[in-house]
């Protein structure tokens, strides 16, 4: 079972006070045959010597100091230097527990899998929960995996709580010089796969931190995340049209999110009011061709606030009387 070498890749940026507790549950796991690659994304704190102290004491770890260029550059230079049959990631700042690359890899090989998940616990300074609740063992086709990234309701997007065979990865980088690249990223990889094994064990601690990307929203973060779902909606449109209404449930769900972050700004500047006009029409758009399963996921508060969205600045659409009936 521990024959098959494992490439994990952690990028470290300004995580001097969580980093050790990361690389020690990595050196820790009961899966050994690792491949530890440490990524300095030009950290200004402690975090460079404490990768070159770590590496001087297991021969596992493998240290890359660049210049800061960002997240995406650092997993994507992880992954040149990755030479495992299998590639995992796991973020500075969070922590794993001791059986999760052993019971990910033995997921993927028990049912000929390409790419494995657990479930993953939030840590927030107040408290500790699991994030979905779904079954202990499951096999996706594909199609039923895409869908349910498109329904982000039990599965996520996100890159860290997941196992991949390594040949998934050619062609694909991270977007570079974006944030939430994870949505430009996992949607693609999942496509290469036959099979997707789901695990219900909670193996992954994620650090849900008050200076992260969700709690200091910018424009640029904005703009980011909705260029990468615009993009991805218009591929999965063109390529899967029997996924259509999860895919624009997650166009929908993203408009939503824009104007509510965009609230937090003190002004807005004429690209992001392009931005969110684009995104507004696709989302009219839709609504006008598709109407009888347009609004067919949206719970009662989402589609108050899409018809608000959309009614607003003159982008009118002729289906209020439709949602209201349907609250």
């Not at 020690?24 to 070159?52: H, R």
């Not at 993009?231 to 449930?249: A, C, E, H, S, T």
């Not at 009219?284 to 067919?296: F, G, L």
């Not at 949206?298 to 209020?320: A, P």
Request: aromatic content about 12%; proline content about 2%.
């Amino acid at each position: 079972m521990q024959k098959a070498l494992i490439s994990i890749i952690v990028p470290v940026y300004k995580v001097e006070k969580y980093i050790k507790r990361c690389l020690n549950s990595i050196i820790n796991q009961t899966y050994t045959n690792l491949e530890i690659i440490l990524v300095d994304d030009g950290s200004p704190d402690k975090c460079p010597e404490i990768c070159d102290e770590y590496s001087k004491k297991d021969k596992r770890i493998k240290v890359i100091h660049q210049k800061n260029m960002g997240l995406s550059v650092a997993r994507n230079n992880g992954i040149k230097s990755a030479t495992g049959e299998y590639i995992g990631f796991v973020d500075g700042d969070d922590y794993i527990e001791k059986t999760m690359f052993e019971d990910l890899f033995k997921a993927l090989i028990e049912n000929d899998a390409q790419m494995s998940i657990c479930n993953f616990k939030v840590i927030t300074d107040k408290e500790q929960y699991i994030k979905n609740n779904y079954p202990e063992n499951k096999t996706y086709t594909k199609k039923e995996f895409l869908k349910e990234i498109l329904l982000d309701k039990n599965i996520q997007s996100y890159v860290w709580n997941k196992l991949y065979i390594k040949d998934l990865f050619i062609n694909i980088k991270f977007p570079e010089g974006k944030k939430y690249e994870d949505i430009g990223t996992t949607f693609y990889l999942a496509e290469k796969c036959k099979k997707i094994q789901l695990i219900g064990k909670a193996e992954y601690n994620y650090t849900n931190r008050s200076d992260s990307i969700v709690f200091n929203i910018d424009e640029q973060t904005i703009l980011d995340y909705t260029t990468l779902v615009m993009q991805r909606y218009d591929y999965v449109d063109k390529k899967y049209p029997d996924l259509r209404k999860y895919n624009f449930y997650y166009l929908g769900k993203t408009l939503i999110t824009a104007y509510t972050d965009m609230r937090t700004l003190k002004s807005i500047s004429e690209k992001l009011k392009k931005q969110i006009k684009k995104l507004k029409l696709k989302v009219r758009d839709y609504i006008k061709e598709y109407e009888e399963i347009s609004m067919e996921l949206f719970d009662k508060e989402q589609k108050i606030k899409l018809y608000e969205i959309l009614m607003y600045q003159n982008i009118t659409i002729n289906f209020k009387n439709k949602i209201i009936v349907n609250l």
